[in-house]
């Protein structure tokens, strides 16, 4: 499944239709939506134009080029938080100022969304699993350099890779047994009930950080 059909596919499904309905707003066959949402078949520029009319995105939204229904191209003055020209640079490069804010902007996301569900052991290993993170980074940025004295660390230097892998893994997992328990009177399922749109409209300030992530996120790991 590429972009297209992915999108296409998610478009649908936020708008609560079925595919049947769907093929006959849109004046075509289930058949031949059904090879669009599946990236079996790809659609003429007409048929891409109604699209975006009928689910109200930019053609550049429903191609994945842009995270954004508007097809807005976020630069680093859009972000939350944006400081002055001169400060947003380091080393003569916007992008680590860039990837600061999305970063900074999905956390603001995922933090409100903890608060939300109402659970402190959540946002407890949600903040450990993201301080996990932080130090596995640092610490490689910090023997890059051999001549750094290592006892600003108390895990050995020869089990730090497996120790932080392994802690990643285990909090990973506890996360998830949290958020798979049903019966767990202490979280606000109703917390976790989002789509694009709705994001977009709650975290006005914010939303355009979390998708580009995302997306970014998505590009790396294909």
Do not use: W
């Not at 520029?45 to 191209?73: A, E, H, W």
């Not at 909090?171 to 694009?196: P, R, W, Y």
């Amino acid at each position: 499944m590429n972009s297209f059909s992915r999108i296409i596919t998610l478009l649908r499904k936020e708008k609560g239709i079925t595919q049947k309905q769907a093929a006959a707003d849109l004046g075509i066959s289930q058949a031949l939506l059904s090879h669009y949402e599946k990236g079996l078949r790809e659609c003429g520029l007409d048929f891409l134009i109604k699209l975006c009319d009928y689910y109200n995105v930019s053609s550049d939204y429903i191609l994945g080029r842009s995270p954004d229904r508007n097809g807005t191209m976020l630069t680093v003055n859009d972000l939350e938080g944006a400081e002055t020209t001169k400060d947003s640079h380091y080393s003569g490069s916007v992008l680590p100022a860039m990837n600061k804010r999305l970063i900074s902007s999905s956390l603001n996301i995922v933090y409100d969304i903890l608060s939300k569900a109402g659970n402190k052991e959540l946002t407890k290993k949600v903040s450990n699993y993201l301080m996990i993170s932080i130090y596995r980074i640092f610490r490689k940025l910090y023997q890059a350099d051999k001549k750094n004295s290592q006892s600003m660390f108390n895990v050995p230097g020869n089990v730090f890779e497996g120790y932080t892998a392994g802690s990643l893994e285990r909090t990973c997992a506890e996360i998830g047994v949290i958020l798979s328990d049903k019966n767990n009177m202490k979280l606000h399922a109703d917390a976790f009930e989002m789509t694009s749109e709705s994001i977009s409209s709650v975290y006005p300030k914010h939303a355009q950080g979390l998708l580009n992530t995302i997306k970014t996120a998505e590009d790396i790991i294909k």
